[in-house]
């Protein structure tokens, strides 16, 4: 994707990302100006099961601290953007840059936003909270944003952004 493509996504992402209220999705419909209800959070879509049980599966890959089936979640082209740091892409500098996990508890929260980009599903948003406890005992909060794609029938991230509240 073009460097224009990446920007939208990011004010893609910075408009869909809301303050952190507790680690709960929001409502998935509230009531708009007009007193009409409009979808918010969790889309209504086929695929948000699946992106929820991915999420969930490499929760458990974070906690056990397994580099092997973490890197099985990203495409091998994938593109990250870490808080304070340059951008790489490329799933071998992914597995470069994931050392730290080993000296740190993850804590990947529910989604709070999901919502396919695409009305086939093939590509999926999600913005998540996550909290992240350094060896010191210490505690770093943020968000990250992913975009999930389908490729060849299972969904592998392509992109992911992230930043700590500081």
């Known amino acids: ?11 893609l992402v910075g408009l869909l990302n809301t303050p ?4 709960r999705p929001p409502s998935s419909s509230v ?15 086929h695929v948000v099961n699946e992106i929820v049980y991915d999420g969930y599966l490499l929760q458990q ?4 601290k397994d580099l092997d089936c973490i890197l099985s979640y990203y495409a091998p082209d994938v593109i990250v953007v870490p808080d304070g740091h340059p951008s790489y892409q490329g799933i071998d500098q992914l ?9 740190v508890t993850v ?8 919502e396919p980009l695409e009305p086939s599903g093939d590509l999926v948003l999600e913005v998540h909270a996550h909290d992240t406890v350094l060896p ?30 500081y």
């Open 1 to 11: 994707m073009s460097a224009f493509t990446w920007l939208c996504v990011f004010l």
């Open 20 to 23: 952190i209220e507790g680690h």
């Open 31 to 45: 009531e708009a100006e007009d007193g009409k209800e409009e979808n918010r959070g969790i889309a209504d879509h």
């Open 61 to 64: 890959c974070v906690t056990d």
């Open 95 to 103: 597995s470069k840059n994931l050392g730290w996990i080993q000296h």
């Open 107 to 114: 804590t990947k929260h529910d989604a709070e936003h999901i």
């Open 136 to 165: 010191d005992g210490s505690h770093k909060k943020g968000k990250t944003a992913l975009i999930w794609k389908r490729i060849h029938g299972l969904y592998h991230i392509i992109f992911e952004m992230y930043n700590d509240e």
